[in-house]
């Protein structure tokens, strides 16, 4: 079954400095798709970043960078240069390419940025 | 394009009484999804589709009826409101590698 690990229900970064936020996953599926996705307090969801499981090279997306490691079925989230604006609740997720195209989410790291 | 719309906002419903959250796209998008998220957790599917005249149960699927006749639109419909369905519900279509999410309902049950 498919299931999504966030172990850090919140970080601390100093603005200006990079953050990595943990994401494992775990599917039986070959073909699949990871996705982070930004909830600021305002509420809506931000897609951020997305990686397909046949994809060699690691996404990137302007400051965000996401770090998969296949083998060890990690997909990290990497912010480099964070902002203020970055505070937020950040979400992992998962989509089977098989079986309808169910996407499920992870439990969330909540980010605080300090000035 | 509007995108992703979901009305109403917000409602308050009580126990027992039926609702129907209303979504929509303008964007042709196949594939449309409903979640809801509880405060402090991610996002849990209820119900999806893969196109207009087909669904299917998500994580979550009790209590709650979907259908969808055409492409644009997706309702939730909570048959019989439960102080357990008090949530924030999202309603989100995709295509590609990428999923819209509208506003949000958020919904409280007495």
């Known amino acids: 079954a498919q299931k999504i690990t966030q172990t850090q229900p919140g970080m601390f970064v100093q603005e200006k400095e990079a953050v990595t936020l943990d994401c494992t996953y775990d599917?039986?599926?070959?073909?699949?798709?990871l996705f982070w996705y930004k909830q600021p307090s305002s509420g809506e969801m931000i897609f951020l970043i997305y990686?397909?499981?046949?994809?060699?090279q690691n996404a990137t997306e302007g400051r965000y960078s996401l770090n998969f490691q296949k083998a060890r079925k990690s997909a990290n989230l990497v912010i480099s240069a964070s902002q203020l604006g970055d505070s937020a609740m950040y979400f992992c997720a998962m989509r089977e390419n098989t079986g309808g195209f169910k996407t499920i989410f992870g439990a969330g790291t909540r980010l605080f940025v300090k000035a | 394009n509007a995108g992703v719309t979901q009305t109403p906002k917000f409602q308050v419903l009580k126990t027992g009484q039926s609702m129907t959250l209303q979504c929509a796209q303008d964007m042709n998008h196949e594939y449309m999804s409903w979640y809801r998220q509880d405060p402090g957790m991610g996002l849990r599917l209820i119900h999806y589709?893969?196109?207009?005249?087909?669904?299917d149960q998500g994580e979550v699927p009790n209590g709650y009826n979907v259908s969808r006749s055409t492409t644009e639109d997706f309702p939730l419909r909570l048959l019989s409101a439960a102080p357990s369905q008090t949530s924030v519900y999202f309603c989100?279509?995709?295509?590609?590698?990428?999923?819209?999410f509208g506003p949000g309902t958020r919904l409280t049950v007495l």
């Open positions: 599917t039986s599926d070959q073909s699949y798709g």
């Open positions: 589709s893969v196109g207009a005249g087909i669904t």
């Open positions: 990686q397909g499981s046949y994809d060699e």
């Open positions: 989100a279509s995709s295509v590609g590698d990428e999923q819209f």
